[in-house]
């Protein structure tokens, strides 16, 4: 027996020194790798800011609830806990943790409350396991949405600037080495394989007080003439930055749970129609540019009706004779045809081309539409009548902002831009700085008693605009009877422009739906809060006589 205690106690003692000597080591080296595990480690995705260095979109860091359902042990009364604090329901949770059995993850709650978190967290349940991660979060909601647009649950860019941008936001995903213990519970942060790299920064032109009212503004219209969607686009006159840019309806991308159908895109953008009157003054720009036209030169429009290769060309009403400043204030077609008509095609494409209709604005934004300009060499003469009145010709609303910079910016055409103080290219000359002026003075007589937008007038600046009704399209060819876009494009203060503004309301079914009547009035209220903003000085004494007399003219 005492033989048998030495031979156990030896044998003993011979398997401690190789255990604790021997293969120390290699035993250790065994052990870590099952405790040692290497773990992601988000990176913090980069601040969207305005022009001020206000913030649009930022993320904040946050818990993700995931459980390993081997190991996971709860009573029904804890489960029913676990539930609620989850925000799901109890036979949904249980389903999913049985279902998920023969796995050894599944995530239970992505993204919580941090609070929410440590509750769940101090029920100490066996298999339960927390993960940081980081919410993009949207401060200014519904304003910027379709600018900024919004990521997935992987903090991936899906729509906007947030996909336009998103390896430049999203930064790269480090890797950190740590122990776990028995119940796999991080106890120690062992090294930094690889840190997390932080995305960078955007900072955008958006100046988030002129986008507020904007959207403000455009949304009270569109619902006021119980109009389908609106888009408005306010442009620096001289750097093509963009300054303000909504749509209606919009969304809030801090609760994409409620978002439908295709409410994300951004119209301004993505979406074109024909213009309408709003093209008349490139058709006049071009016959002065080419020295054929000039701004007194007198055009006879009676009887107000004109036949084109078959087709009619009328006015609402026979205007008799008026010279081309006069066609412009009273939205002649009859007068903008004759115009047209005296114009070589290929000039006349040339000069619109140039402009850059047909062409992508070049923004990066995802779904941009370059519109829709026909070859010259395809056209007959209702084709070139057509597109001096803005028909057969297509646009988006951010297209035609930057087309009139052109006449803001005495014939220079800047590139646009989100980003500020991006433009590095220098600006294309689109037409004489005389052309140019000769249109912004014409364009002035519209925004007044005899022209069409009376209601565009902004006390103490000179405006310059021009108004568009242009009947809708229908899908099976044609137009639609009662379906119209309402439009105004214009400038201020028309002595120096320092703004240009697209107000688009697409069918307005309240009653009114002339440009001068819908469009018109947003432009006034949106232009008189972003000039006093930004500190322009007024080039005109107030005149609120006028505004008092305005009518719902075309």
Not at 55 to 65: D, E, F, G, N, Y
Not at 71 to 77: G, N, R
Not at 383 to 404: D, I, N, P
């Given at each position: 027996?005492?033989?048998l205690?030495?031979?156990?106690m030896?044998?003993?003692?011979?398997?401690?020194?190789?255990?604790?000597?021997?293969?120390?080591?290699?035993?250790?080296?065994?052990?870590?790798?099952?405790?040692i595990?290497?773990?992601?480690?988000?990176?913090?995705r980069?601040?969207?800011?305005?022009?001020?260095?206000e913030?649009?979109?930022?993320?904040?860091?946050?818990?993700?609830?995931a459980?390993?359902?081997?190991?996971?042990?709860?009573?029904?009364?804890?489960?029913?806990?676990?539930?609620?604090?989850?925000?799901?329901d109890?036979?949904h949770?249980?389903?999913?943790?049985?279902?998920?059995?023969?796995?050894?993850?599944?995530?239970?709650?992505?993204?919580?409350d941090?609070?929410?978190?440590?509750?769940?967290?101090?029920?100490?349940?066996?298999?339960?396991?927390?993960?940081?991660?980081?919410?993009?979060?949207?401060p200014?909601?519904?304003v910027?949405?379709?600018?900024?647009?919004?990521?997935?649950?992987?903090?991936?860019?899906?729509?906007?600037?947030?996909?336009?941008?998103?390896?430049?936001?999203?930064?790269?995903?480090?890797?950190?080495?740590?122990?776990?213990?028995?119940?796999?519970?991080?106890?120690?942060?062992?090294?930094?394989?690889?840190?997390?790299?932080?995305?960078?920064?955007?900072?955008?032109?958006?100046?988030?007080?002129?986008?507020?009212?904007?959207?403000?503004?455009?949304?009270s219209?569109?619902?006021?003439?119980?109009?389908?969607?609106?888009?408005?686009?306010?442009?620096?006159?001289?750097?093509?930055?963009?300054?303000?840019?909504?749509?209606?309806?919009?969304?809030?991308?801090?609760?994409?749970?409620?978002?439908?159908?295709?409410?994300?895109?951004?119209?301004?953008?993505?979406?074109?129609?024909?213009?309408?009157?709003?093209m008349?003054?490139?058709?006049?720009?071009?016959?002065?540019?080419?020295?054929?036209?000039?701004?007194?030169?007198?055009?006879?429009?009676?009887?107000?009706?004109?036949?084109?290769?078959?087709?009619?060309?009328?006015?609402?009403?026979?205007?008799g004779?008026?010279?081309?400043?006069?066609?412009?204030?009273?939205?002649?077609?009859?007068?903008?045809?004759?115009?047209?008509?005296?114009l070589?095609?290929?000039?006349?494409?040339?000069?619109?081309?140039?402009?850059?209709?047909?062409?992508?604005?070049?923004?990066g934004?995802?779904?941009?539409?370059?519109?829709?300009?026909?070859?010259?060499?395809?056209?007959?003469?209702?084709?070139?009548?057509?597109?001096?009145?803005?028909?057969?010709?297509?646009?988006?609303?951010?297209?035609?902002?930057?087309?009139?910079?052109a006449?803001?910016?005495?014939?220079?055409?800047?590139?646009?831009?989100?980003?500020?103080?991006?433009?590095?290219?220098?600006?294309?000359?689109?037409?004489?700085?005389e052309?140019?002026?000769k249109?912004?003075?014409?364009?002035?007589?519209?925004?007044?008693?005899?022209?069409?937008?009376?209601?565009?007038?902004?006390?103490?600046?000179?405006?310059?605009?021009?108004?568009?009704?242009?009947?809708?399209?229908?899908?099976?060819?044609?137009?639609?009877?009662?379906?119209?876009l309402?439009?105004?494009?214009?400038m201020?203060?028309?002595?120096d422009?320092?703004?240009?503004?697209?107000?688009?309301?697409?069918?307005?079914?309240?009653?009114?739906?002339?440009?001068?009547?819908v469009?018109?009035?947003?432009?006034?209220?949106?232009?008189s809060?972003a000039?006093?903003?930004?500190?322009?000085?007024?080039?005109?004494?107030?005149?609120?006589q006028?505004?008092?007399?305005?009518?719902?003219?075309?």
């Open positions: 027996m005492l033989a205690l030495f031979v156990a030896v044998t003993l003692i011979c398997r401690s020194v190789e255990l604790q000597v021997i293969d120390r080591q290699f035993l250790q080296h065994q052990g870590d790798l099952r405790h595990n290497v773990v992601s480690v988000p990176a913090n980069g601040k969207v800011l305005d022009r001020q260095g913030l649009l979109a930022l993320s904040t860091p946050v818990k993700s609830i459980v390993n359902p081997k190991e996971f042990e709860a009573s029904p009364q804890q489960l029913k806990e676990l539930a609620g604090l989850l925000g799901l109890y036979q949770l249980l389903a999913r943790v049985s279902y998920a059995s023969g796995r050894t993850f599944v995530y239970l709650k992505r993204r919580m941090p609070a929410v978190a440590e509750q769940v967290k101090a029920m100490d349940l066996p298999g339960v396991y927390f993960e940081r991660e980081f919410r993009r979060y949207y200014v909601g519904e910027a949405s379709h600018i900024l647009g919004f990521t997935n649950i992987d903090d991936n860019g899906q729509e906007g600037l947030e996909l336009a941008y998103n390896k430049w936001l999203r930064g790269a995903t480090g890797q950190r080495r740590v122990i776990r213990d028995g119940k796999q519970r991080i106890i120690e942060d062992v090294e930094d394989v690889r840190p997390s790299v932080p995305g960078k920064d955007l900072v955008l032109s958006i100046d988030q007080r002129l986008q507020y009212l904007a959207y403000r503004e455009l949304k219209s569109v619902l006021r003439h119980n109009a389908k969607a609106g888009s408005l686009v306010l442009l620096d006159a001289k750097s093509g930055e963009i300054m303000a840019m909504v749509n209606q309806p919009s969304f809030n991308p801090n609760n994409r749970k409620e978002v439908q159908g295709s409410v994300t895109r951004n119209r301004a953008v993505t979406d074109s129609f024909e213009p309408g009157s709003v008349k003054p490139f058709a006049v720009a071009c016959a002065l540019e080419l020295g054929m036209f000039r701004p007194d030169t007198m055009i006879d429009t009676n009887p107000g009706t004109m036949m084109v290769a078959g087709n009619v060309v009328r006015d609402i009403h026979n205007y004779v008026l010279d081309v400043a006069h066609v412009l204030q009273k939205s002649s077609n009859v007068g903008v045809t004759k115009i047209a008509l005296s070589p095609a290929d000039r006349l494409w040339g000069f619109v081309s140039g402009l850059g209709f047909g062409e992508f604005v070049g923004l934004f995802p779904g941009e539409s370059a519109g829709r300009l026909r070859d010259y060499k395809h056209w007959g003469q209702f084709e070139q009548a057509t597109l001096s009145f803005g028909y057969g010709v297509s646009t988006s609303t951010l297209q035609l902002a930057r087309a009139y910079t006449i803001a910016n005495n014939g220079m055409l800047p590139h646009v831009s989100l980003l500020k103080a991006e433009n590095k290219d220098p600006p294309q000359r689109a037409m004489s700085s052309t140019a002026l249109v912004r003075t014409m364009l002035e007589q519209v925004v007044s008693r005899e022209g069409t937008a009376l209601r565009a007038s902004v006390s103490g600046y000179r405006v310059a605009g021009k108004t568009g009704t242009v009947k809708k399209s229908a899908a099976t060819g044609g137009y639609t009877e009662g379906s119209y309402s439009l105004f494009v214009g201020a203060p028309a002595s422009p320092k703004l240009v503004m697209v107000v688009m309301i697409d069918e307005p079914s309240a009653g009114e739906y002339y440009g001068g009547s469009a018109a009035p947003v432009f006034s209220t949106v232009m809060g000039l006093r903003l930004l500190n322009v000085a007024p080039d005109q004494q107030e005149n609120a006028l505004l008092e007399q305005s009518e719902g003219t075309i």
